[in-house]
């Protein structure tokens, strides 16, 4: 299975922040010493052709020139340096190159190392998301789909980070060909939500059963709605118990469990994945490293049955 990183940019943030910025790092490392299968490769950067797919020529300019104003770095959660620009790039970039390898080369399985960054709008950053990742991945494979069998691609976002996929929910919110399911804190950040087509809101506290439930019946509604050609899945560790944001109480073996499901849920109906790693912000940053090593491990245990089984799409490329 292809993985795709960017974790050599990291950004010179000011002492005591609160962004993870070395778990990249460490996931790379497990990676190569845990995960022989996974071929890691560099992610190109998004060009600004393809960020202005989703995102507005205005602020592609700014965040590419250092033009962004005092409070939009703020918004952003990062200060403008740039190695901040290319990180966000390249970031965009490894999830570009994850599904094209799902699905226009047809592996069926594939990952970022980092991504996720789904609080992007078209014409802002914010909660540490620059550009809209999934969202420019998605505009570009619906083009490049479209170009090689004159055909429409639908696609469905699956967003599992504990924060709700507020900026991707705004960018689709009246793309009837893109579906968007969050499944997140009710009181969690961002305070003021945006419609997705499907939003399931959790309580604080929420524990490993009620929240496989939901996710069940929310998987359900998805495939009732929508046929996806392509599936985005933002995987997020921070719904973890032992996150210092996440406000929610599940076990490391629920969120394995939640992402054997999405994964399976997938390959049965023969549909790609391109999975991002999302947040993720530990008290001990090793166990939310050990979260998302474990959504690649449930990932890549998919792309081998893909790769097994023939799934039924990969002839239809
Ligand atoms: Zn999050």
Not at 222 to 250: N, S, T
Request: glycine share 8%; proline share 5%.
């Amino acid at each position: 299975m292809q993985a795709f990183y960017a974790d050599q940019f990291v950004l010179p943030l000011p002492e005591g922040h609160a962004f993870p910025m070395g778990k990249y790092e460490r996931l790379r490392a497990r990676v190569l010493a845990e995960c022989p299968s996974i071929r890691l490769g560099p992610a190109l950067p998004a060009s600004d052709g393809e960020l202005a797919l989703v995102h507005t020529p205005r602020y592609v300019d700014a965040v590419a020139h250092g033009l962004l104003s005092a409070t939009e770095q703020r918004e952003i959660g990062f200060p403008w340096s740039p190695r901040m620009a290319e990180r966000a790039r390249r970031s965009v970039g490894a999830t570009i190159s994850a599904a094209r390898a799902a699905l226009i080369d047809g592996e069926g399985v594939a990952a970022n190392l980092a991504g996720g960054t789904h609080h992007a709008q078209t014409d802002k950053g914010s909660g540490y998301c620059v550009f809209n990742d999934a969202a420019v991945a998605a505009r570009l494979m619906q083009a490049e789909w479209h170009r090689g069998r004159r055909r429409l691609l639908r696609i469905a976002v699956i967003d599992l980070d504990v924060h709700q996929g507020n900026g991707t929910a705004a960018i689709f919110s009246d793309d009837e060909t893109v579906f968007t399911l969050s499944i997140h804190g009710a009181k969690n950040f961002p305070f003021r939500k945006q419609a997705s087509d499907l939003d399931v809101e959790l309580p604080d506290g929420c524990t490993d059963e009620p929240y496989l439930a939901a996710l069940d019946a929310a998987l359900d509604t998805l495939w009732h709605r929508i046929e996806p050609g392509l599936v985005f899945y933002v995987a997020g560790a921070d719904a973890h118990e032992g996150d210092r944001l996440g406000r929610l109480k599940l076990s490391s073996a629920a969120l394995a469990e939640r992402d054997r499901r999405v994964f399976d849920a997938c390959r049965t109906r023969g549909i790609p994945v391109a999975v991002s790693m999302a947040g993720g912000y530990g008290r001990d940053i090793d166990a939310t490293v050990d979260v998302h090593l474990n959504t690649l491990k449930a990932a890549l245990a998919s792309w081998q049955r893909w790769a097994a089984t023939d799934s039924p799409r990969r002839h239809v490329a």
